[in-house]
């Protein structure tokens, strides 16, 4: 598979107590007021998984030969002399370990289980999207991907980290504390070469960008003055400027309530691909920084593929909340969502 210049290798090689579950009323709450659930209630009835991907962090625990934890399992706090707090590093193409998933080096029950957790990870109605953009980008899920287990799964605190190009999730047992996903993670698609047309065609993720450019349609043209950033920052600046700190775009108490709603859709959107915890933290982390009226909104119109005023680059931030979505010259998103502005990212 040939490389990216643009994805070019990062590397070689308590937790979250005010976070519960939130009903339909605490998401609405979080996200701005709207009294409608933030998704279907059908979902909300289902009946609980026996198996969860803590569970099965557990189990495959269970399953690694001496030879084999040695390799891909650390201490909670492992500093890497390279990387850093390893645990807590995220790139849009690294490897935190040597061995591929889809490897001799594992079983086929160890690989099983690693693609449930991930299943488990990701809401059942992306697994189709998502392992297409894995095809895309590395040939499939399990190819030049790679986790790494911290802490001991069912004593104390753990997490699991998996990673690949275009790709950093994790599942931490509720073992981190102050943020979601367990901390900072990654998401991209390269669905049409290294240079994507102007819309961005068979981009699994390229409808959240849509939406969000509804926003800026429904702006008038002061608003959208407001809103328009002429530099994109580094895609991997994500760290938290706090209550105090200058976001750039347009403050989201600046918009009227039907603009309001298109931001709640777009937000809606950004976590639809995870599992309802991982939704449900999201929002939690939110609502404890302000919720989206402490949140600004911004369109970057340097790095318009197509000309097209279709912004590929955008930004929605809050005090501890960082979705960076670029688009250009594909997409990369880098996502860090905390309760807490003094968190630090490790990119």
């Known amino acids: 598979m040939s490389r990216c210049p643009d994805c070019r290798d990062g590397d070689s090689l308590p937790r979250r107590d005010f976070i519960r579950v939130v009903g339909a ?15 279907g209630a059908d979902e909300a009835a289902k009946p609980a998984a026996t198996n969860t991907p803590e569970t099965l962090v557990q189990q495959l625990y ?11 399992c650390f201490d909670w706090d492992f500093m890497d002399p390279q990387r850093g707090l390893l645990r807590t590093r995220v790139s849009n193409n690294w490897h935190i370990t040597k061995p591929e998933i889809k ?39 399990g190819i030049e991907q790679n986790i790494a287990i911290f802490g001991k799964p069912g004593d104390g605190k753990f997490e699991l980290v998996m990673t690949g190009r ?47 450019n509804k926003v800026y349609e429904a702006l008038d043209g002061k608003q959208r003055a407001i809103a328009a950033v002429a530099s994109s920052p580094r895609e991997q600046d ?58 600004s909104l911004a369109f970057f119109t340097d790095q318009d593929i197509g000309n097209d005023k279709v912004w590929d680059n955008w930004r ?6 960082v979705w960076y979505f670029r688009g250009n010259p594909h997409v990369h998103v880098w996502v860090h969502v905390a309760d807490d502005a003094s968190v630090k990212i490790n990119a």
């Open 103 to 141: 490897s001799d080096y594992y079983t086929k029950d160890q690989q099983q289980l690693m693609r449930e957790i991930w299943e488990g990870l990701i809401h059942p109605d992306w697994h189709k999207r998502v392992d297409q953009q894995l095809e895309d980008d590395a040939g499939g899920w």
């Open 316 to 321: 929605l931030e809050g005090p501890s909340f």
């Open 25 to 39: 009323g605490a998401a609405a709450a979080a996200i701005g007021g709207v009294a409608a659930p933030l998704f």
């Open 238 to 295: 994500s760290g938290f400027r706090g209550q105090d700190g200058k976001r750039p775009g347009i403050p989201v108490t600046e918009l009227a309530s039907d603009q309001k709603e298109l931001v709640q859709k777009t937000l809606q959107k950004l976590i639809e691909p995870y599992r309802q915890n991982d939704r449900d933290e999201v929002l939690a982390c939110l609502k404890k920084q302000g919720g989206l009226d402490a949140c």
């Open 166 to 212: 275009h790709m950093t999730i994790r599942v931490d047992g509720n073992s981190t504390e102050h943020l979601a996903f367990g901390g900072p993670i990654f998401y991209g698609h390269a669905a049409g070469g290294f240079n994507e047309k102007a819309d961005h065609k068979n981009n699994v993720y390229w409808e959240q960008a849509l939406l969000a």
């Open 62 to 72: 269970g399953t690694l030969k001496e030879n084999q934890k040695k390799e891909v």
